[in-house]
């Protein structure tokens, strides 16, 4: 079974949509979070929930907009799709805040704007 | 600005042989991660090293952190062509709780040719 999984693997789409990624976890940990890797493979975490409560919100547009239905899910919603925005997405899980235990990451979505 | 930057920024080795790759960190830490990346795939965690930990082993790495020098290194020893990866260490800050949120540099891509 896959710990963490996301869907879907590839995006392709045009400058202006709105799309979603989804992610589950089935670790059964508290703590989920969204990165962003670029071209360059600089890797940024965006956003970070802890039961289903969100933690970390770095400067990110605020037509990226995560949702929580509970502590094994997290979703990204992206609105007005820019071509800045391609890069691929990756969601992430640890059992807790702590810094002091590994994070577990899907195999993530690659976001393809034309 | 960027917590964790990787030296070098590509590698290439002959398999047998022993690869280094060092992360320089510009703030104080609690913990230090080391991650691979597959082609394609997430980051899978390798190893991490507290603050007041100087040297970790798992099998065929080593760890090591100078925290006076702010800096980290991965040795992979008998290096084999599955060891072909991105790798990456991420920090996170010292002196409080970071929210597990970790700062990740941007790599090093190992080769190790057959």
């Known amino acids: 079974d896959t710990a963490v999984s996301q869907t879907p693997k590839y995006l392709v789409t045009q400058m202006g949509n709105d799309k979603s990624i989804k992610c589950e976890q089935n670790?059964?940990?508290?703590?989920m979070y969204w990165y962003k890797q670029d071209s360059k493979k600089f890797l940024k975490i965006m956003f970070s929930y802890n039961n289903k409560e969100l933690i970390i919100n770095e400067t990110v547009p605020n037509r990226f907009s995560p949702k929580s239905p509970d502590k094994a899910h997290l979703n990204l919603h992206i609105n007005s799709l820019e071509l800045g925005d391609s890069a691929v997405y990756f969601c992430?899980?640890?059992?807790?805040?702590?810094?002091?235990?590994?994070?577990?990451f899907g195999d993530g979505t690659r976001l393809s704007i034309l | 600005s960027q917590q964790g930057e990787e030296d070098p920024q590509a590698l290439s080795i002959q398999e047998g042989e022993n690869a280094t790759m060092n992360c320089s960190y510009k703030t104080s830490i609690n913990n230090l991660q080391w991650y691979r990346q597959n082609s394609g795939r997430g980051l899978v965690h390798l190893i991490l090293?507290?603050?007041?930990?100087r040297e970790k082993h798992s099998g065929r790495l080593r760890v090591t952190l100078d925290t006076s020098k702010k800096s980290s290194s991965l040795l992979i020893t008998a290096s084999r062509a599955a060891d072909t990866a991105s790798y990456f260490c991420a920090t996170d800050k010292g002196g409080g709780t970071s929210y597990g949120k970790l700062t990740f540099g941007q790599g090093t891509i190992l080769t190790v040719h057959p």
């Open positions: 670790l059964g940990h508290d703590t």
């Open positions: 090293i507290r603050s007041n930990e």
């Open positions: 992430a899980s640890s059992q807790d805040l702590g810094t002091d235990q590994p994070q577990h």
